[in-house]
């Protein structure tokens, strides 16, 4: 890694990509400090520790700090990720959006611009909830409509704003726009996480137990990274052959090839659609003042919270960790099967006059295809629950009360090497450019 960036450096159109990106997320952190007019933020601080709910630790560790802040960024780039996710998933219900899929660079632009408008508008509808919802709680002093008019307006233009940010930097950066602006935010809480550790595990310990809690974070740490690096870079190869053909008076094709499939194919995506759907009851209960008390209600909201699972004294908490298991393997299949189509696969190579060896080509590659698939995403999803409920079990049964979990070092780890790649592209691009310039 430290190679590369440092033959990077040495080229002046990469240097100067990766001092832009870096001009940016200066930019980004700035914004981060930057508060709503016209709010109290010594109140939402005092009302985010007295929740202490793992929805709002989900929500600010992808905001990197600026929800808990009531930052004009409090909203992040969440917006455009949920709504690039609603237009992927519409691709397949609307045939329209299909065809604009299809249709190369034409079609992509013509996506691109509605995802702009879809992210404005789910904005604008957060903006508003959390005006309303956090403004009558007395979040917003002497509430008046013109007041929230302006909370509204603040927190929607620093959405659309980080969603031109990730765009500028895939046009003048690196690529990874969106991902590095999320990257930057996760990285951002981590001395706040370590510091919560040391007070936690080594202030105040004698010497013995503080250097055996500080090698058993680093192991854990450690363990995780390696893990995630792992489960991203595994990827079962399908042997392909080529059927000879005769064109004019040259023999073609014969030639073998492979298929690579990912164990990992949905990539962080089961784990952020899980989290977010057990997080929105949480965050909606807060909104309208509900979840207090002892209630059924109550009790349901404590096992949708990370915070409770594990825990040696509220052992029955622990069921909605089943539920979260449930999700991310649902989710890892569900966005596997509308981003890999075995049917297509098997038609394509059919067309191009290719067969997985021992497999007839038709229905019988389909049924292949599908089954080891199936096997794989099944490993891919399990993988996934291990990093991702490693972080709970220590914070439920020793209290370690981080956001910086599972899911942030499987974005950080995968940001960190599709950037890689992407700046090795530009070098090579770069040096090809050159031979054939000489």
């Not at 726009?177 to 105040?204: A, Q």
């Not at 080509?361 to 399990?382: E, H, Q, R």
């Not at 993988?383 to 599972?406: H, R």
């Amino acid at each position: 890694m430290f190679k590369t960036l440092q033959n990077a450096f040495k080229v002046q159109d990469v240097r100067r990509r990766i001092l832009y990106v870096f001009m940016m997320l200066v930019v980004v952190r700035i914004g981060s400090q930057l508060p709503v007019p016209g709010v109290d933020n010594s109140y939402f601080q005092n009302w985010f520790e007295t929740q202490g709910g793992s929805a709002f630790n989900f929500l600010d560790a992808f905001t990197g700090g600026s929800f808990s802040q009531m930052s004009i960024f409090a909203l992040s780039i969440t917006p455009y990720i949920t709504s690039s996710i609603i237009i992927q998933l519409l691709t397949i219900a609307i045939p329209k959006l299909e065809e604009m899929q299809r249709d190369g660079e034409d079609g992509r632009k013509k996506l691109n611009a509605i995802t702009r408008y879809l992210t404005v508008g789910l904005a604008l509808f957060q903006s508003v909830a959390m005006a309303v919802g956090f403004g009558n709680q007395g979040l917003i002093p002497d509430n008046n409509v013109w007041k929230s008019i302006v909370v509204v307006a603040a927190l929607t233009a620093g959405s659309a704003f980080l969603m031109w940010v990730g765009e500028q930097i895939n046009d003048k950066g690196v690529g990874n726009g969106i991902s590095i602006v999320l990257l930057i935010n996760i990285v951002s809480r981590i001395p706040s996480d370590m510091g919560t550790l040391y007070e936690t595990f080594v202030s105040g310990k004698t010497y013995a137990k503080a250097g055996l809690a500080v090698l058993i974070i680093l192991a854990v740490v450690v363990g995780v990274v390696v893990l995630v690096v792992i489960l991203n870079g595994a990827e079962r190869k399908i042997p392909v052959q080529y059927s000879k053909k005769v064109q004019g008076r040259k023999m073609m094709g014969g030639q073998s090839s492979s298929i690579p499939l990912k164990v990992n194919t949905a990539g962080v995506i089961p784990v952020i659609f899980a989290s977010s759907l057990m997080s929105t009851p949480s965050v909606i209960a807060s909104f309208v003042g509900a979840g207090s008390g002892s209630g059924i209600g109550s009790q349901i909201l404590a096992g949708l919270n990370s915070n409770n699972w594990f825990s040696p004294s509220r052992p029955i908490y622990s069921l909605g960790l089943v539920l979260y298991v449930v999700l991310v393997i649902f989710f890892a299949y569900f966005y596997t099967s509308i981003t890999f189509n075995p049917l297509e696969v098997a038609d394509n190579l059919k067309k191009q006059g290719g067969f997985i060896p021992g497999i007839r080509p038709g229905k019988p590659t389909v049924d292949y295809l599908s089954n080891l698939l199936n096997y794989i995403i099944f490993i891919g999803a399990a993988g996934l629950t291990i990093v991702a409920v490693i972080p709970f079990f220590f914070n439920g049964v020793f209290g370690a009360n981080v956001s910086f979990g599972g899911t942030s070092i499987i974005i950080i780890v995968g940001v960190i090497l599709e950037t890689l790649k992407q700046i090795e592209s530009m070098m090579v691009v770069r040096n090809y450019k050159g031979f054939l310039d000489d």
